[in-house]
C-alpha cells in the first residue's frame, strides 16, 4: 500500500517536511498583532473572503489571505504538485470530502487528531464526522457544508392526481407508476448517468461501503449487495417505463423540470439553487420531503460537501485549526457562510441558528430547513477511496451505455464494471487491494 491510514502516519510525514526545510510548527497561535502568524487558504466557494474579513478584523495576531481558486478539481491538482514538490502548499484549503482519501494517500494534509479539533466531533452528525477521519484514529479536516439528500416534488401536481408523498421505495415505485398512468407526459424522475455523485449518494443511503480498509490494504465493495440493489431497482424501474433515462443538467432535463414533465427530483439541500435556476416559473410549487427509504429503516445518503483541512507543509498547524474551528462552528462564521456563500453547514447547531427561514424559493414551507436537518442527522457513514475520480468516471461510461439500454441486467452489469475498473486502477497505481 502506497500510504498507511493509520494514527500519526501523516503527522510522521509532516513533521519529515518540516526537519527538510529547517522549520518548526508553532505550538499555539504564535503571532501578535505586531508579527502575525500569515496563513493562506486555497478555496473556491464564492465571497468567502468576506467571511474571512470578520476573522482578520477579530484576530489580528492571525491573519488569513484567501487565494480563490477555480474549484475543487483544479485545486486537489494544484496542491499534489506542490506537495509533490516539497513547496508551494497554502496553510490551509477546501477539500470535499470524496478528495481526503486521495489527499491523504499523498501525504498532503496534517492529521488533527493532536490538536483541539478532535474535540468538535459532537458538533456535527456522525456520518459528516466520519467523512473527516475516515473512520479511524486520525482527523484530516474539519467538515464545513454537507449535501444531505432530499426529495422534491410538485405539490400541485401531487394534489391534482391524488398523489401520496412516497417513505419508502416500494411507495416512490408505486407513485411513479400512478404518474406516468395518469400522464404519460410525466415522470416522478429520472435515472441520471452523467452524476456519479448522485448515485454513490443513493448507494450510501442503502449502507454501500464501496472503498475500506483492511490494515494495509484497500477494500473495494462496489458491487455488493447494496449497490446491487439500488442499480437492480433503477434499472427496473426504467425498464419498466415509468422513470425517465435522461441525464440531470442538460436543456432538456431542466425544461422538463419548468413545465411539468419532471415531477420530481431526487436532488440534496442546495436544490433550491438548482430548481430556481432551471425552473424559475414553478417557484412555490415545489414541497420537499424525507429521501425513500427501504423498508423501515432510516437512513439518508449525502451529496456533495466540503470541509477546511490543514496541509502537510503548513508551519503553523494550531494557528490554522484555531481559524478553521472558527470558521466551522462559531455562529457568527457559520451565519455569515450562509449568507455570503450560500452553503448549508455541517455544524449542527450552528446550521440551526442560522437556517431560520426557508429558502425563498420554498417561501410556501416553513418547515424547509426542519427537513433538511432531520435529513442531514439520517445520513450513514462512507468511505471514499484514493481514485474516486476513475470510479466516477467509470460511473459515467458504464451507466450511459446501462440507461441507454434500458435493462435492468445492463444496470447491474454497469456496477460489476465499475468494480473491476476501480481495483485495476488501485492495483496498477501501487495500492494493495484486499481480496
Not at 247 to 272: H, K, R
Not at 396 to 417: I, P
Amino acid at each position: 500500500m502506497r500510504a498507511a491510514f493509520r494514527t500519526g502516519a501523516i503527522a510522521a510525514v509532516a513533521a519529515a517536511a518540516l526537519i527538510m526545510t529547517g522549520c518548526s510548527a508553532d505550538a499555539g497561535s504564535g503571532g501578535s498583532a505586531d508579527d502575525p502568524v500569515e496563513l493562506t487558504y486555497w478555496a473556491w466557494a464564492p465571497n468567502l473572503d468576506k467571511v474571512v474579513d470578520l476573522w482578520n478584523d477579530q484576530n489580528p495576531d492571525i491573519q488569513v489571505t484567501v487565494n480563490k481558486q477555480d474549484g475543487g478539481d483544479p485545486a486537489i491538482t494544484k496542491l499534489l504538485t506542490a506537495i509533490k514538490a516539497g513547496s508551494g502548499a497554502p496553510d490551509l484549503i477546501q477539500a470535499e470530502y470524496q478528495k481526503i482519501p486521495t489527499l491523504v494517500s499523498s501525504d498532503a494534509l496534517a492529521d488533527l487528531a493532536g490538536t483541539d479539533a478532535a474535540d468538535l466531533a459532537g458538533d456535527f452528525p456522525d456520518g459528516v464526522w466520519d467523512s473527516v477521519t475516515l473512520g479511524g484514529d486520525a482527523l484530516y479536516a474539519i467538515p464545513q457544508d454537507t449535501g444531505p439528500m432530499m426529495f422534491f416534488y410538485r405539490d400541485d401536481i401531487f394534489t391534482q392526481l391524488g398523489l401520496t408523498v412516497p417513505t419508502t421505495w416500494e411507495e416512490y415505485a408505486a407513485t411513479a407508476r400512478a404518474l406516468h398512468t395518469a400522464d404519460p407526459t410525466k415522470y416522478l424522475g429520472t435515472f441520471s448517468s452523467n452524476d456519479a455523485g448522485w448515485f454513490a449518494g443513493l448507494s450510501q443511503q442503502a449502507k454501500a461501503e464501496w472503498w475500506s480498509i483492511d490494515g494495509d490494504a484497500w477494500g473495494v465493495g462496489i458491487d455488493e449487495e447494496p449497490t446491487q440493489q439500488v442499480a437492480d431497482y433503477w434499472g427496473g424501474l426504467v425498464e419498466e417505463g415509468v422513470i425517465d433515462n435522461k441525464p440531470m443538467y442538460t436543456p432538456e432535463w431542466n425544461a422538463a423540470l419548468n413545465d411539468g414533465t419532471q415531477a420530481g427530483w431526487l436532488g440534496a439541500v442546495w436544490g433550491p439553487g438548482v430548481l430556481s435556476g432551471n425552473a424559475a416559473d414553478t417557484a412555490g410549487l415545489w414541497k420537499a420531503a424525507p429521501l425513500p427509504n427501504w423498508g423501515s429503516d432510516v437512513s439518508n445518503g449525502n451529496w456533495g460537501g466540503s470541509s477546511t483541512a490543514v496541509t502537510s507543509q503548513s508551519k503553523h498547524v494550531d494557528a490554522a485549526v484555531k481559524f478553521a474551528t472558527w470558521l466551522n462552528t462559531d455562529p457568527g462564521a457559520v451565519q455569515a457562510l450562509v449568507t455570503e456563500t450560500g452553503i448549508y453547514p455541517a455544524s449542527t447547531d450552528a446550521a440551526a441558528s442560522a437556517l431560520t427561514e426557508a429558502p425563498e424559493f420554498f417561501s410556501n414551507q416553513p418547515d424547509f430547513y426542519d427537513v433538511a436537518a432531520e435529513a442531514a442527522q439520517a445520513v450513514a457513514p462512507f468511505q471514499y477511496g484514493p481514485n474516486v475520480n476513475v470510479t466516477f468516471s467509470a460511473y459515467n461510461d458504464e451507466f450511459a451505455k446501462a440507461a441507454e439500454s434500458k435493462t435492468r441486467q445492463a444496470f447491474l452489469d454497469a456496477v460489476a464494471a465499475m468494480q473491476q475498473i476501480t481495483v485495476d486502477d488501485l492495483e496498477s497505481s501501487g495500492f494493495t487491494v484486499a481480496k
